[in-house]
């Protein structure tokens, strides 16, 4: 099972940018996939959530700037961030969780200039 994620990069604030997920090696139609952040000197977060019917969760500190999508045929999750803020910048990883258990990708880095 691999997840590759893609898409990170700097942006100054009220920019956009999109994270991409690709996933291979696992059936990803069935699987829950969220995105996660990790800024230096914190823990990690969930950002968002996309289940495998499609339902989304968002963190409060992204609702309304952000949106999880996936596309199944193409394997992908992808993270569309809008708005952004210098508090955005982090290390961003996504995750995929089924019955087989829990898997992450590598992370993509995001830096929001003030």
């Known amino acids: 099972v691999q997840l590759q994620a893609s898409g990170g990069g700097l942006v100054q604030a009220g920019g956009s940018l999109a994270l991409s997920c690709r996933v291979t090696?696992?059936?990803?139609?069935?699987?829950?996939v969220d995105w996660y952040r990790q800024a230096p000197g914190k823990d990690r977060e969930m950002v968002a959530t996309i289940s495998s019917d499609g339902a989304t969760t968002y963190a409060d500190s992204v609702k309304g700037r952000f949106g999880i999508s996936r596309d199944d045929v193409r394997r992908t999750v992808q993270l569309q961030m809008s708005s952004l803020k210098p508090e955005d910048t982090a290390t961003y990883y996504c995750r995929l969780q089924n019955a087989r258990g829990t898997f992450w990708g590598q992370g993509t880095q995001v830096t929001v200039s003030s």
């Open positions: 090696g696992i059936n990803n139609r069935i699987a829950t």
